[in-house]
T-cell receptor
Framework: GNSVTQMEGPVTLSEEAFLTINCTYT??????LFWYVQYPGEGLQLLLK?????DKGSNKGFEATYRKETTSFHLEKGSVQVSDSAVYFC???????????FGTGTRLKVLA | DVKVTQSSRYLVKRTGEKVFLECVQD?????MFWYRQDPGLGLRLIYF???????EKGDIPEGYSVSREKKERFSLILESASTNQTSMYLC???????????FGSGTRLTVV
């Protein structure tokens, strides 16, 4: 079946450090891939998405590239800020379905 | 911006009570979803609806039911609340599988 695997957290970084959060997936067909962010006490917000292989999604300095050959969609940011502290979720949807499959989330803590 | 509004941020209910969680979206989205979020388990789909009066079970529907009488409103019902239903409940809506979900802010339900 379809699944999403994220790296375990928490990830703790100093401000201005480089961030990578790994996400790999298993899916039939050609899924769309997403990163969501959840700030404390809030619901999830769509951060970026990619709908086909080699697409790069980007938003607010975050990037992720849809790699079909490695079935990955790793989230990166060149210089994190304290305000980026949140939980990040990788997700996929496959064509013909309304449902998404979410990873378990990775908590990021950025220290000043 | 699409808004998904959940009626309560925090709710405390007693075991055995019937509980209603309400969700309203304002952008004419066809698809609406109820998830619960628990530490270490990520997001799990309870029910979803792709049209008025249509509903489908998600991965963990036991102990829950839903109602969608109008396009903009999707209600989650706990028929007889139990302590293992203490959780964060998230409502979401979408147009298609490729667009991404819009989430509400969540309802943190405690059953005592």
């Amino acid at each position: 079946g379809n699944s999403v695997t994220q790296m375990e957290g928490p990830v703790t970084l100093s401000e201005e450090a480089f961030l990578t959060i790994n996400c790999t997936y298993t899916a039939t067909g050609y899924p769309s891939l997403f990163w969501y962010v959840q700030y404390p006490g809030e619901g999830l917000q769509l951060l970026l998405k990619a709908t086909k292989a080699d697409d790069k999604g980007s938003n607010k300095g975050f990037e992720a590239t849809y790699r079909k050959e490695t079935t990955s969609f790793h989230l990166e940011k060149g210089s994190v800020q304290v305000s980026d502290s949140a939980v990040y979720f990788c997700a996929l949807s496959t064509s013909g379905t309304y449902k998404y499959i979410f990873g378990t989330g990775t908590r990021l803590k950025v220290l000043a | 911006d699409v808004k998904v509004t959940q009626s309560s941020r925090y709710l405390v209910k007693r075991t055995g009570e019937k509980v209603f969680l309400e969700c309203v979206q304002d952008m004419d989205h066809e698809n609406m979803f109820w998830y619960r979020q628990d530490p270490g388990l990520g997001l799990r789909l309870i029910y979803f609806s792709y049209d008025v009066k249509m509903k489908e079970k998600g991965d963990i529907p036991e102990g829950y039911s839903v109602s969608r009488e109008k396009k903009e409103r999707f209600s989650l019902i706990l028929e007889s609340a139990s302590t293992n239903q203490t959780s964060m409940y998230l409502c979401a809506s979408s147009v298609t599988g490729r667009d991404g979900y819009t989430f509400g802010s969540g309802t943190r339900l405690t059953v005592v």
